[in-house]
C-alpha cells in the first residue's frame, strides 16, 4: 500500500492541473495560492517518500515484459526529481508575475503543473518503457506552453518542436524494440543489464546510437538542436524551465539512464560509440557557443549558449570515467541554475522594459541594478570562473578529459569558455557601463519582488555551491561510484 | 555602500582602512620572520582554502599593502572630480584583497581563483571613464585577461592530471617525477601568468590600459598588478621547476626582449602615461631576466634572487610616485601628451623634484633605489658570464647597458619636456590645486627611495629570509657603492644622454621657429594586435562561423533538398510520363497518317490526360497542405517505422 503513495507526486500534479482548468477560482490571488501549494506540497511530497520509504519498486501496470508501466526511486531519480521540484517552486513564483503580460495564464498554468507532474515521472521510471511514456507526453505538455503566444512564430516554432520530437522519439522506439530482441529486462540496474557476453557487438552499437541521437533531440546534440533557439518564441519562465530542467535535462537524464543503467559504462566502451559521438558533442559545443556570438536577441543567444552547455554535460558522460560523470552530473545542477537565473534576468528586463535585443539594453545596469547583477554573477559562473558554481563542475569535467588521456577536450572545453567569455561579458559591460553622461531623473524599475526575489535567490546558489560544492559533491560522488 | 551616505566619511574609512591593514601587516613582520603562517580553512571551493605567509610571500604582501595605502591618500583627492566614485572605491578595495590573496595562496586553485577575481575588478577600474578609448584597452586588456586566464588554468589541470596535488610547496619533488611533460605543464602556466606580466609578445593590453585608466589605478597597476604575473612565474620557475634552464633561458630571452623592446618603444610616445608603460614593460625585463637568473645560475643563484626581489619592490616604489606625479599633472590640465603640458612644471619646485627622485631611481643613479637593485641584476649577469663563458652572455650585458640606456633617455625626454623647457603658457599657476593629501604620497614615496639609495642593505636584511623559499640558507652581503658599480651606472646614463641627444632631440623633436613638439613615427610600425592578434582571430572567426551556419542549418537544408528533390523528380515523372504519351501520340500518328479523326481523338486524348496528372499532383499537393503538424510528425514516425520494419525484415 505505502508503495502506491510514489504515485504521489506524479500523479497530484495532474489532478492540480485539472483542478485550475475546472475550478471557479473566486479571484487570480486564490488560484495564484492554489498553484503555489500545489507545487511546493509536490516538493514536500517528495521528500517525505525519499525520508520514509527509502528506495521503493511499484509495478502500476503490467501487460508483459514489454508493456510494463514500472516505477522505481533510486539516487539518480531522487537527484532530477529534486532539482526540477526546486527549480519549479522558484519558477511559479516567478511566472505568477511575468505571465499577467502575456495573458491566458489559466491555459499556462495547467500545462505547468502538468509538465511537473511528467518530469517528476520521468525521474521516477524504473524501465526504459515508462521513462520513454513519459518522456513523450512531455513533448505533448510542452507543446501549448511553448505555443503560448499564438503568433505565427510561436506556431511555426511548436511545429518545428513537434517534428524534432517526435522524430527523436521515432529512433528510441526504433532502439527499444531492438534492444528488446536481444534482451527482454529493460529495467534500469545500475551499471546496466546488458552485463554479460555480448554476441552481436555491432546491432548494440546501433542501438546504442540511436537512442542516444533519438534522447539527444530534446538534449539539442547538433544536429537535431535547432528547435531550441526556435523555441525562444516561448514566455520566459516556459524558456527558463525548458533549458534549465524539464525538456533538455530530461533528455540528458534519458541519455545517463540508457548509458549506464541499460547499457553500462563497459559495454558503450566496447561498441567504441562514444568516440564517434564525442565528435558531434564537440561540434555541438563550439557550434553552441559560436553561433551564440552572432545573435542579437538575448534569449536568442542564451539559448545557443545552452546548446554548447549542455555538450559539456553530454562529453562528462560520454567519456564514461569517474571525474567526468561527477563534473557531468554537477553541470547538470549548476547549468540549470545558472542559466535558470540568466534567463530570469533577460525575463526581467523584458518584462519591465520591453527590450529584447542587446543593443537596446545599453545602460540598463543603472536602472535595474540588482537583476544586472544577477546576471552578471551568473554569466561570470557560466564561463566558469572560480569562485562561482560554474568553476568547480568545469573543473572535474576537465580532469575526466584528462583521465580519458583526451587533451583535446580540455582545450576545446577552455575554447569554448572563452568564447562564452566573449558572447555573454559584452552584454555585461554595455549593461553597466554604457559611457557618456549620466542620465538625470532615471527612476530604479526593478521587477516586482515576486520576480526579483527568486532571481536573488538564484544567484546565491549559484555563488553557494562555488564555494561549498561538497553537499552535492558527495552525493553526486556516491551516484557515480554506483554506476561505475 | 557606505558611500551612498557621505563622501568624506568613505573616504576616511578607505584610508584607515587601508591604513590598519598596512599596520596590521608591518606588526606581522615579527612573527613572519620567526616562522610561517599557514590557515587552511577546508570545504571551500571543494578544495579547501590554503594560505601561508613566509617572508617571500611578506615582501610581495607589504609592498602591495604600502602602495595601496598611499595611492588610496592620494585617490581621495584625485577622483574628486570623476562620477561613480563609489563603483571606483569598491572595486578598488576588492582588487586590494584580491591582489592579498594571489600572494598568500599556497594551493595554486586558490591562487587562480583570487588571479581570476583581480582580473575582473581592475578591469572595473580600468575603464573607469566609460569613453571609447577605455573601452578599447579594457576590450584588450579583459580579452588577454581571460584567455591567460583559460591558458593558466589548462597548465593547472594538466599539472593536477600528473601530479594529484596542487600545493606549491609538494610540487617541486612531485614534478620531478613527470618528465617532459613538465615543459608543457610550466610553459603554460608561464603563458597564462606572463599575460599579465606584459611579457613579450602578450603585452598588447599593457600600453593602453595604463593611460586609459584612472591615475592611481595605473599606479597600482604598473607598481602592483604586473607583480602578480611576475610572482607566477617567479613560484613556477623558481620554486616548482626548482630554476629549470630550458625554462630559465628562455625566461631570460624574453625578459632581455621585453627590456629592449620596452625601452625602445617608449622613446617614440608622447603620452606620459604611455612611456611610463613602455617603462614597466622594460623593467618588468629586468625582472624577467632576473628570474631567469636565479634558473641559471644554480649554486650562485643568491645574487640573482636578491636582485629580483630588490628590483620587484624598488619597481613598485618608483613607478608608483612617477605615475602619481603624472596624475598631477592630469588633475590639473586634464592632458597627458607631453605637446601639450611642455614646460608645464618648470616652475613646480616640488613636483620637479619628486619627479627627478622618480627618475634617477629608475635610472639607478647611486644615492637612489633602483642602483641597488640594478647593479644586483648586473653583477648577477657578470657571474652567470663568468660561469659559462659564453659570447651569449656578453650581448646579454651590451643589451642591458642599452637597455638602460633607453631608460635614460626616454625619462629625459619626459624630464626636459615637461619641467625644463620654457612654455609662456604656465607660470605658476595652479598652485591651489595641489592639496596636501596628494603630496604626502609623493613625498612618502620619495622618501623611501631615498633612504633605500643610502642604506640599501637594510632591505637586502629583509630579503635574506626569502632565500629559504627556493631552498637556500645563507645570505649574502653585497657591496653596493663601489666604484664599478658607479662605474656601470654612469656608464648607462652617459649612453642614455648620448641616445637622447644624438635620436631624440634630432629625430623626435620638430622645432619651428620658437615652437617645437614631438613625433611618433612608431605610430605606423607593425602592431602586433592590430596587425597579426586581430586578423588572425577574425579570420579564425569568420571561417568556423561559415562552417558552423552551415551545420547549424544542415538538417533544414537537407529536408528542403529533400523536398526539392521530390518536386523536381515529381515533375520530371509528369514531363516523363508526357513525354512517353507524346512518343505513343508520335507512334500512333505514324501509323494513322492516313486517319485524321483518330489521330484528332489522340491529341484529345493526349489533352485530357495531362490535366488529369498535374491534378494528382494537385491533390498530393493538397493533401500535404492539409496534413497539420502533428500529422506530419505522425506520418514522419509511420514512415520511418515502416522503413525499419523493411530494413529488418530484409
Redesign the interface.
Known sequence: MSNVFVLFPIVFPFIAAVAVSTIKFRNEKWRNIFIIFSVIINFISIILILNTEGLVAFHLWTVNNFLDIYFKIDEMGIFFSILASILWIFTAFYAIDYMKHEGREKIFFVFFILTLGITVGIAFSGNLFTLYIFYELLTLATFPLVIHSGSKEALDS??KY??Y???G???I??GMILLFSINSNMDFVARGVLSGAVENANLISIVYALMFLGFGVKAAI?????WLPGAMVAPTPVSALLHAVAVVKSGIFAIIRISYFIFGAEIVRETHDNIYLSILIV?TI??GS??A??QENLKKRLAYSTISQLGYILLGIILLNENALIGGLLHLVNHAVIKITLFFCAGAIYFTTGKKNISDIRGIGRKMPVTMWCFAIAA?SL?G???TNG??SK?YL??GG??ANK?LF??IL??S??LT??YL?PIV?AAF????D?VENESRVEPPPRMLIPIVMLTGVVVFL?????AV?SFIGEIVRMVI | MIGRKSESFRNLFNVIMTGMLFLVVTILYKPVSRNAIELFIP????TGLYLKLDIFRYIFVWITVFIWFLTTIYSTRYLIKY?NRNRYYAFFMLTLSSTIGIFLSEHL?NL??FF??MS?TSY?LI?H????YA?EA?KSY??MA??G???L??GL??L??YTATLNISELPLKIKEIGSIKYLVSGLIIIGFGVKAGMVPLHVWLPKAHPAAPTPASAILSGILLKTGIFGILITTGVIMEGDILISTIILILGFINMFLGGLLAIFQRNIKRILAYSSMSQMGYILMGIGLIGILKEHKAVAIYGTIYHIINHAIYKGLLFLGAGIIYMILHDLSINEIRGFGKHKPILKAMFLTGIFAVIGIPGFNGFASKTLLHEALLEAQHIYHNGWFTVAEIVFILSSGLTVAYLLKIFIAVFVEQNEKYWGQYKHHIRKRVSIPLITLSGVIVYIGIRPNAVMYVIDGALVTFGLQKGLEAEFYTLNNIKASLLAVAIGVTIYIGFVRKYLRKQKGSESWYVNPSLGWLNIEKDIYSPVLKFV?RF??TI??A??????NIVNYITNGIKAFSKMEIKYMCYKKLNIYKKMQLFSNSNEKNSYHLANYIHNISPEIYNVAGVLNKLRNSLN??M???F??AT??VI?LLVLFL
Open positions: 511548436g511545429k513537434l517534428i520530437s517526435f522524430g522519439a521515432t529512433l522506439l526504433l547538433v544536429p537535431f538542436h535547432s561540434i563550439l557550434l559560436l553561433l556570438l552572432h561570470i564561463i570562473i572560480p569562485p568553476s568547480v573543473w576537465a580532469l584528462l583521465n587533451i580540455v582545450v577552455l575554447l569558455a572563452f567569455a566573449a561579458l559591460i557601463f554604457p559611457g557618456g549620466k562555488g564555494f561549498f560544492p561538497n559533491l | 570545504d571551500i571551493m571543494g562620477k586553485l587562480f581563483t581570476e577575481i575582473f572595473i575603464i571613464d566609460e569613453d571609447e573601452h579594457g579583459l580579452g581571460i584567455g586566464g583559460l591558458v588554468l589548462m589541470f594538466l593536477f592530471d572567426y568556423s562561423s558552423l551556419h551545420i547549424d542549418q544542415s538538417v533544414m503538424s502533428m506530419y510528425s505522425v514522419i514516425f520511418i517505422l525499419v
